[in-house]
């Protein structure tokens, strides 16, 4: 797989058939190998080992509901009080990272009202935080650390 713009991480892989398989150690099983998964890997193992996010606090890919539409999110991580805490979308490192690629995290987040939003293709990784009262975000220069207590009531991070 490509070499992405995180540090390297050891996986466990298997092959059946044609397909290679990776080991998803939120979901606790083996997935397809696509572009997009090997983001997501990476960028979990990331959360877990660089930024100290419990890996506990984690759902991958579980269903939302938009406007009473169903929707998947790739990442959601949680405190331990279970309140969402931080939603990332994740594509393929040859997919650029547009407004609708934002657009996709932020209809996400209506239902969810985060704080914390990431959107990474592996090459590039954006975060902004988003604050409630001021009905504003703005783009954080990293990918912040896991910080319980910098939450203010859901309204934004000091």
Known sequence: MQK?????YAFRTKKEGDK??????????????TPEEWV??????YLIKAKKYPETLMAVEK????????RRFDLLTYTRNGQ??????????????????????????MALKVDRVIVS?????????????KN???FLYE????????RIDGVGFS
Do not use: W
Not at 20 to 33: C, Q
Not at 143 to 150: F, I, L, R, S
């Open 40 to 45: 997501r890997q990476n960028f979990v193992q």
């Open 143 to 150: 990918v912040p650390e896991y910080c319980e207590k910098c």
């Open 84 to 109: 969402p805490y931080l939603i990332a979308e994740f594509k393929a490192p040859d997919v650029k990272i547009t407004q609708e690629t934002f657009d996709q995290v932020v209809r996400y987040n």
């Open 63 to 70: 269903q939302i509901k938009v406007n009473n539409n169903p």
């Open 20 to 33: 290679t398989l990776i080991f998803d150690s939120i979901r606790k099983k083996f997935v397809v190998l």
């Open 121 to 133: 293709n592996g090459m590039q990784h954006f975060a902004c935080e988003i604050n409630y009262v």
């Open 136 to 138: 504003t975000y703005s």
């Open 4 to 8: 992405l713009n995180l540090p390297v």
